[in-house]
Structures are given as structure tokens and as C-alpha cells.
């Protein structure tokens, strides 16, 4: 059984216990509803908002708690396909998480439930398919593979392998890659006191990116595409964002540089979006700015606390410090590519691994722990002051 199904089973059956033995529950908006019948194979109550009789497939509850576990977050019309009553199915799973979720209010007026726990992209292993199987096999199942390193590949090899382990992937345009480039080349021209070529650096074409796009849109494999960011050049990434939309018909999770206003974080926030991303954080923190980086932080998620925010790039500590919905990282292969050899603790604490641990011993304790956060949920959570309405 796949494990968002069975945590969904455990879940549903502890919402059953619970129900007969308080025989009531509220919903969102604070209306209570009574429990009439909890059957093998349904689940009926009566509504104080209407005083009708409702009933619900316990199949299709226990498939809308796998769908809330898989996508982690929900709003009500999303729900439709699981019942007709989708505004008393979000009550039910309001219920259902209340303990490891937080309700927002977005700027559209709908209303989100979101997990409070933080997902783990593992990024980097584009080109070592061995890596994605050393991932599935110590518990990991989501991972952010770069437009800019798969494009190229022949066969579809990355769509195989995700495939082949049963993962779910974000795209992302691989802008970082091409400013690693850039900075590269910047170095090596100024050392050489050579000048400085556009032709030297592989650029990512939007329309490329579009068409790829386009391409996969509807694959069930792939969770999302980032927006192609500028890193550095809020306003190019701006205007990528905009012509992506336009040339994909589809939902392109934008990425709010942190070089960019506030003002412009907060103009993404009002598309209601079901994510956004923060991006620039890491050459900031490689260049020992952790301090502004928090500060940034702390604006950002009082600017973002109706809308889950994805952390481009962030492993540390920041994680412990701020409700990350999900973020992504190279970390977990660090000890292998630059020989640091440094390990996770249970507490997220990164130390020095002992040196009887072999560096295959220290990748699989990464893994573990970063594939963890997902079932962590004693994490720091935003204040959301929601008033409920009748």
C-alpha cells in the first residue's frame, strides 16, 4: 500500500473513533455538524447550517485525505472530485488535520488547508540515476530536476527513472545553474583580463522552456514548473513569469527573487497562488549574509502567511526557524561533492560525521532525515487570525 494510503486510512479511522465517541465536529467557518450513521461504508451527518442530511463515501473521504497528504495543500474546489458536497468534505478534513494543519484565508477570499510540516525536494542528481534510486530506497519520493541538465537528455531517461522509483518531480529552469555559469566565467575572464562573451554562457531560451512545458503540463508525474528567474534581475524575472502564462495556459509557480521590492511579493500574493517561491537566498548565505537572510525571511512570510512558500536552495537551520511548506537542496549530496562530509542529526543539527561512517552510510542518514521533515510537524507554524464567519 502506498504510504499516503495508509496514513490516510490511519487517519479516517481515528476521525471515525473520535466521532462516535463526540458524535460532532465544526467546520471551518465554525458551524457544528452532527454525526447520524458512521457505516463500513459511509459517513452521514446532519449540517447546522442547513439542518440537511449529508453523507459521504468513506472511499472517497479516505481518497481525499490521500490527496491532502499528497499535495499537502487544498482549497475547497479542488475537492469537488471527491464529492458533491465539497464545501462539508473541507469541513471534515478540517477536522480530519486539525492537529497538523493551519487554515488560510487567500486573497481571492477562498479559503486553504495546508499541512504544517515541510516537504524535502532532493535536487542535484539529474545526471546520477543511481542517486534516485539510493533516494526511493531510504524513504525519499519527491525531487526537483532542472529543465537547464534534462533537456538534452535522450529517451526521456530522467521521465523513465521517475517512472522506474515511483517519484513526483518539480521542473525548475535551472536559472541557478546558468548564474553558477556566469560567475564562472566572469572569474575566468577577469583573471585571463580577457573580455566578456553573451556566446559563452548557454542561456535558456523561454520558448524553449515553454514548449517543454507544454510537452508535460499534464504528466502526473511532474508537480509543478518554476518559473525561468533572473537570478539577480527581479524585473527579467518578472516579465519571464508573465510571458510563460501566457505561453503555457498553465500554472507556473512563480519565484519571488529576494533582490526584488516587497511591494512585488505582495502583488504575487494577491494571484492567490497555490505556491510561491523564494529565490537568491543561497548566494547570499554562501556569502556569509545569513542574518540579512532571516531578517528578508521574517518580511517575507508576514507578507506570505496566507500563501505556502517554497524555499529555492534552503537546507539549514532557516527550516526550524520558518514554516517552509517545502524546499530543495543539494545538501543531502554535499559530503560526496566537495568531501565536507557533513551529517543531519535527528534535531536538524549538521555536524562533522565520525570517521567509521563511510560516505554512502552518511548520504542514506541525509536522505533519511531531509525525507523526514515531511512527518515532522513540530515545526514553527504562522499565527493566522482567522475570524469565523456564519
Not at 447520524?36 to 479516505?62: A, H
Not at 583573471?191 to 510537452?215: G, K, T, V
Not at 512558500?309 to 526557524?321: F, K, R, S, T
Request: net charge positive.
Amino acid at each position: 500500500m502506498d504510504k499516503f494510503q495508509f496514513k490516510a486510512r490511519t487517519l479516517e479511522r481515528k476521525f471515525q473513533r473520535k466521532m462516535k465517541k463526540y458524535n460532532q465536529f465544526y467546520t471551518v467557518t465554525g458551524k457544528k455538524n452532527t454525526v447520524v450513521e458512521y457505516t463500513k461504508d459511509t459517513f452521514s451527518f446532519i449540517t447546522e447550517r442547513n439542518g440537511g442530511l449529508l453523507e459521504i463515501s468513506r472511499k472517497n473521504l479516505r481518497k481525499a485525505i490521500t490527496f491532502v497528504f499528497f499535495k499537502r495543500t487544498t482549497t475547497r474546489k479542488e475537492l469537488e472530485k471527491f464529492s458533491k458536497y465539497s464545501s462539508a468534505i473541507l469541513g471534515v478534513l478540517f477536522e480530519v488535520f486539525s492537529e497538523i494543519s493551519r487554515v488560510q484565508r487567500m486573497e481571492n477570499g477562498l479559503l486553504r488547508l495546508t499541512l504544517t510540516s515541510t516537504r524535502f525536494y532532493f535536487s542535484g542528481l539529474c545526471r546520477s540515476p543511481g542517486d534516485m534510486e539510493l533516494i526511493a530506497n531510504e524513504g525519499g519520493k519527491f525531487v526537483l530536476l532542472s529543465y537547464y541538465n534534462i533537456r538534452h537528455q535522450k529517451n526521456e531517461q530522467w521521465l523513465h527513472y521517475l517512472k522506474k522509483y515511483n517519484m513526483r518531480a518539480i521542473i525548475d529552469s535551472g536559472a541557478f545553474s546558468v548564474f553558477e555559469v556566469l560567475e564562472k566565467k566572469k572569474k575566468e575572464k577577469v583573471q585571463q583580463m580577457e573580455l566578456f562573451s553573451d556566446e559563452d554562457i548557454p542561456y535558456i531560451s523561454i520558448e524553449a522552456y515553454a514548449n517543454f512545458i507544454n510537452r508535460y503540463k499534464d504528466c502526473p508525474l511532474i508537480m509543478g514548473f518554476l518559473n525561468l528567474d533572473v537570478i539577480g534581475d527581479p524585473i527579467g524575472t518578472k516579465e519571464n513569469y508573465k510571458k510563460l502564462k501566457l505561453l503555457t495556459n498553465t500554472d507556473i509557480i512563480p519565484v519571488w527573487q529576494v533582490s526584488d521590492t516587497f511591494e512585488e511579493l505582495q502583488k504575487l500574493t494577491e494571484e492567490s497562488p497555490s505556491l510561491i517561491g523564494i529565490g537568491g537566498c543561497v548566494p547570499m548565505l554562501l556569502s556569509n549574509q545569513k542574518e540579512k537572510v532571516r531578517d528578508i525571511l521574517e518580511k517575507v512570510f508576514q507578507i506570505c502567511k496566507n500563501i505556502p512558500v517554497h524555499g529555492l536552495g534552503i537546507a539549514n537551520d532557516l527550516l526550524y526557524q520558518f514554516p517552509f511548506h517545502s524546499t530543495d537542496s543539494i545538501s543531502w549530496v554535499n559530503s560526496r561533492k566537495n568531501g565536507t562530509r557533513k551529517l543531519y542529526l535527528d534535531n536538524g543539527e549538521k555536524v562533522d560525521a565520525p570517521p567509521y561512517m563511510s560516505l554512502l552510510e552518511i548520504l542514506r542518514q541525509n536522505i533519511g532525515y531531509l525525507a523526514g521533515l515531511e512527518d515532522f510537524y513540530e515545526r514553527p507554524q504562522l499565527s493566522f487570525d482567522f475570524d469565523f464567519v456564519g
